[in-house]
């Protein structure tokens, strides 16, 4: 057995290393993509409310009927900063959509109800972690 090992050692270090770098690869996707988190700091243990915080944010994405114009975006802009606590938001009535940024994930009843408040027609919820 020690011969065995004296005379393969550089292919046991070279095979060992390349395990250490898969691995270190694979963890890193799954860093990036959150690890399963939603957003939801419940879903991933409240590690993002930390002390030091979290390096992701939760892009929600609202498909809304109805909007025909800047002012149509700006209402519904207007409507969602009153309501929630948003790092951006950005309402195009060419496409539709309202994206917001903000720190954890927005309640989704609230959200429907703040949009039906408004006149408009929410079609459609969508969240995604964002860095």
């Given at each position: 057995m020690i011969e065995f090992l004296q005379q393969n050692i550089y292919t046991i270090i070279v095979l060992a290393v390349l395990i250490i770098?898969?691995?270190?690869?694979?963890?890193?996707?799954?860093n990036k993509k959150g690890g399963g988190c939603t957003g939801?700091?419940?879903?991933?243990?409240?590690s993002?409310?930390?002390?030091?915080g979290s390096k992701y944010m939760v892009k929600t994405t609202l498909a809304i009927d109805g909007m025909m114009c800047s002012m149509c975006e700006s209402h519904?802009?207007?409507?969602i900063r009153a309501n929630f606590d948003v790092k951006k938001v950005k309402a195009s009535h060419q496409k539709g959509?309202?994206?917001?940024?903000?720190?954890?994930?927005l309640d989704e009843e609230k959200l429907k109800n703040v949009i039906r408040e408004t006149g408009y027609t929410l079609q459609n919820i969508q969240f995604e972690l964002a860095m």
């Open positions: 770098i898969v691995a270190l690869i694979i963890r890193s996707l799954v939801d700091c419940s879903s991933c243990g409240g993002c409310s930390s002390a030091g519904l802009q207007d409507a959509t309202i994206i917001i940024i903000s720190k954890h994930r």
